[in-house]
């Protein structure tokens, strides 16, 4: 299992990333796949996922500025962020093996299985 996280880079406030996640020995239409993020100083927390059935869902703080999309013949798992801001700033990471939870999703982090390798985010004037 592998996945490969890329698209970051700066971004002014306001402005708007693509991030893309390209995974090999799975497929991304059979598994749970999300983004989650860490800034520094705190712990890594959820930012937003697809279920193998095709639900969504988000951290609240990015409900409407961000959208996680699955190409089932690409394999790959994007999120598109808009009207981004400084508090967005984060190294973001995709990842998989994890459970699908609409609730509590504050301890989903801790239940993934495999980690991309990470992209840097910053959002700043």
């Known amino acids: 299992v592998q996945l490969q996280a890329s698209g970051g880079g700066l971004v002014q406030p306001g402005g708007s990333l693509r991030l893309s996640c390209a995974v090999s020995?799975?497929?991304?239409?059979?598994?749970?796949v999300g983004w989650f993020r860490q800034a520094p100083g705190t712990e890594r927390e959820f930012v937003a996922a697809?279920?193998?059935?095709?639900?969504?869902n988000y951290l609240d703080s990015v409900k409407g500025r961000f959208i996680i999309s699955r190409d089932n013949v690409r394999n790959t798992v994007d999120l598109e962020m808009n009207s981004l801001n400084p508090e967005d700033t984060a190294i973001y990471y995709c990842?998989?093996?994890?459970?699908?939870?609409?609730?509590?999703?504050?301890?989903?982090?801790?239940?993934?299985?495999?980690w991309g390798q990470g992209t840097q985010v910053t959002v700043s004037s």
């Open positions: 990842a998989t093996g994890f459970p699908f939870l609409v609730s509590d999703t504050s301890s989903m982090a801790g239940k993934v299985r495999s």
């Open positions: 020995g799975f497929t991304v239409s059979s598994n749970n």
């Open positions: 697809v279920s193998w059935s095709g639900n969504t």
